[in-house]
């Protein structure tokens, strides 16, 4: 079992920034791959950024350059930086993980086991 809290959510202006973090439980597995996704009203869960075990990054072409993946090796927190809010980035933001110890990118939700609850991000114009 792997537990995911999410954190840092909340309304900005449009050109504001927000961190979001994802605390993580401690787990035996040295073999992981967290990721951060978003779900607008009525819309389908869209993959954002991932981070593994061995500091391998990915971020999707939608955010490259406005959003960065990064960890805390000390207490094992993922936060996703978000800079240059857009209304088009309101959305719930859950982050997810995989410990099947697979390296490959993983951009769909399927292929992710645990979840978190998520957090609300509001970017109003």
């Known amino acids: 079992q792997v537990w995911l809290v999410e954190s840092g959510g909340g309304s900005v202006q449009a050109g504001g920034s927000l961190r979001l973090s994802c605390a993580t439980s401690?787990?035996?597995?040295?073999?992981?791959?967290v990721g951060w996704f978003r779900q607008p009203p009525g819309k389908d869960r869209e993959f954002l950024a991932l981070i593994a075990d061995n500091d391998n990054t990915y971020h999707a072409d939608s955010v490259k350059g406005r959003f960065t993946i990064s960890r805390d090796n000390t207490d094992k927190t993922v936060y996703l930086q978000m800079n240059s809010l857009k209304p088009e980035d309101t959305a719930v933001y859950y982050c997810a993980a995989d410990v099947s110890g697979n390296y490959n990118i993983k951009v769909l939700s399927s292929e992710y086991e645990y979840w978190g609850q998520g957090t609300q991000v509001t970017v109003s114009s």
């Open positions: 401690r787990s035996t597995s040295s073999r992981y791959i």
